[in-house]
């Protein structure tokens, strides 16, 4: 039955008037999708599970398949001839390509493995992307190219390594998925114009964070966990502690994911997910699905970061459910 189904080579190529050499790039995220899948199929085979002993920029434990992926996407992405600028959260500078500065037309960010606390134990993980055109010309330009608002985004996406390996992405015309068929090798569509429904029933948080949040999130929790069928609660709870797959869920079923800002002893408040490569693209495609996403105060998309690594706090979902939720943390509720 897939044989006769749409490729996502077939689908780029019939996007690519529209939007040109941006197909190259997804289709080499592709690539880069079909080959990690492989390698963590078959990673506790051959030796590729557990930590290399470095640190990476976050300050994070860096897992053998963090820098393995990584390597992958840059490989794939040169290859694709038509991008200038990396950012990855295993690279502690962009990366530019000097010699396709003068030509090169596009920046892309990535989180190589997002989700690798899940590597050692089989579970899900995800790679997410972003992808942005450059805005000047030359190396000079290069660095700013690396710190465009989410709102330049031209397209993002994941790959999601579950039971089955689907690609979703938006180029700014709704939200599409498709799944790996491995006896073909190539991902076919699975589904197209996807809409998140308006509101859900689940949400999806570490609570054990509960305590260094800000008050009116965790009033927020509290109201979601209270009986009160009426307005249909309490929420059922669902955490993976992979992004991709908790975001995943929350596009096609609704509900509301957070990972709210922390409270620190200086009494700072600070996320943890990177707005660049997990929170920007996310938001990208939660809203071409009609949903929302934001920090608690302001729209994630407007957001002009100070640094490529910039971290985030994130409240994203059905357009309601991060509508209240904004509501609480301000305390208008
Ligand atoms: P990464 O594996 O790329 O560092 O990302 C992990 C992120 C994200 O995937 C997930 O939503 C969140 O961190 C989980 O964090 P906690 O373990 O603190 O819940
Ligand atoms: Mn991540
Ligand atoms: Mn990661």
């Known amino acids: 039955m897939n044989e006769i189904a ?4 077939q689908h780029l190529r019939t996007e690519a008037a529209e939007i040109g050499e941006l197909a190259a790039v997804l289709d080499q995220i592709a690539v880069a999708g079909k080959l990690i899948a492989r390698e963590l199929g078959r990673a506790s085979l051959i030796g590729q599970l557990g930590l290399t002993g470095d640190v990476n920029v976050q300050g994070e434990a860096v897992k053998k398949l963090d820098v393995w992926a990584n390597d992958v996407m840059v490989r794939v992405l040169d290859a694709s001839g038509v991008v200038c600028t990396m950012v990855s959260e295993e690279m502690d500078e962009p990366l530019h390509l000097a010699e396709r500065c003068p030509a090169g037309q596009y ?3 990535f ?5 690798s606390s899940n590597l050692d134990v089989n579970g899900i993980v995800g790679t997410i992307f972003s992808v942005r055109r ?27 390594y579950g039971p089955s390996t689907m690609l979703v992405y938006t180029a700014g015309k709704g939200v599409h998925a498709f799944t790996l068929d491995p006896t073909i090798g190539e991902f076919v569509r699975s589904r197209q114009h996807i809409q998140t429904p308006g509101r859900g029933h689940i949400y999806s948080v570490n609570e054990a964070h509960a305590p260094v949040w800000a008050p009116g999130i965790r009033e927020y929790i509290d109201y979601l966990r209270a009986r009160d069928p009426a307005s249909g609660r309490p929420y ?3 955490y993976v502690g992979s992004m991709v797959a908790d975001v995943h869920r929350t596009l096609l079923e609704g509900g509301i994911f957070l990972y709210p800002g922390e409270v620190g002893a200086d009494g700072k408040t600070s996320g943890k997910l990177r707005l660049q490569y997990e929170a920007a693209p996310m938001a990208f495609l939660i809203e071409q699905a009609g949903g929302k996403a934001s920090t608690g105060r302001e729209r994630i998309q407007d957001i002009h970061p100070a640094s490529a690594h910039q971290r985030v706090p994130i409240l994203i ?7 209240m939720a904004e509501e609480f943390a301000a305390g208008r509720r």
Do not use: E, F, K
């Not at 989180?111 to 989700?115: A, H, Q, W």
């Not at 000079?140 to 989410?150: E, L």
């Open 111 to 115: 989180d190589p493995v997002d989700g």
């Open 317 to 323: 979902g059905s357009r309601d459910d991060v509508t």
């Open 6 to 9: 749409l490729r996502l080579s």
């Open 236 to 238: 059922t709870a669902r």
């Open 107 to 109: 920046v892309v960010c």
């Open 134 to 160: 450059r805005r000047g010309r030359g190396i000079d330009h290069a660095a700013a190219d690396a710190v465009q608002p989410g709102s330049a985004q031209v397209a993002a996406g994941y790959v999601m």
